[in-house]
């Protein structure tokens, strides 16, 4: 079974970090770039930040409102994907998303639950 498990949301001051991790269980997770989303109440789910697979030499991407803040990394031995916050703004306040997509075969997808993320003011 297939599943994507995130963590370590939660409630953070303006200018604080936060760590995200996700889990990955159910498929060769070294194939697969690794993604996070997040969609904020009222928005469209917006990209974040992303890393290839490990023999696409796991070129990392970012969108441009966490460029500098944001740190996408992966350990394929754990089989798990993080997300490192810094400088948190309340604008960063979301449910943040974990996103598989297999590197040749891009219709094999899969999503975690989400987490929340909630910067405050």
């Known amino acids: 079974q297939v599943q994507l498990v995130e963590s370590g949301g939660g409630v953070v001051q303006d200018g604080g970090s936060l760590r995200l991790s996700c889990v990955a269980s159910?498929?060769?997770?070294?194939?697969?770039?690794m993604r996070w989303y997040r969609q904020a109440p009222g928005k469209e789910r917006e990209f974040v930040a992303a890393i290839g697979s490990r023999i696409s030499g796991e070129t990392v991407y970012y969108g441009d409102s966490v460029k500098g803040r944001f740190t996408i990394s992966r350990d394929n031995a754990k089989a798990t994907v993080y997300l490192q916050m810094n400088s948190l703004k309340p604008e960063d306040t979301a449910v943040y998303y974990c996103?598989?997509?297999?590197?040749?075969?891009?219709?094999?997808?899969?999503w975690g639950q989400g987490t929340q993320v909630t910067v405050s003011s």
């Open positions: 159910g498929f060769n997770f070294s194939e697969y770039a």
């Open positions: 996103n598989a997509r297999h590197q040749i075969v891009t219709s094999r997808e899969y």
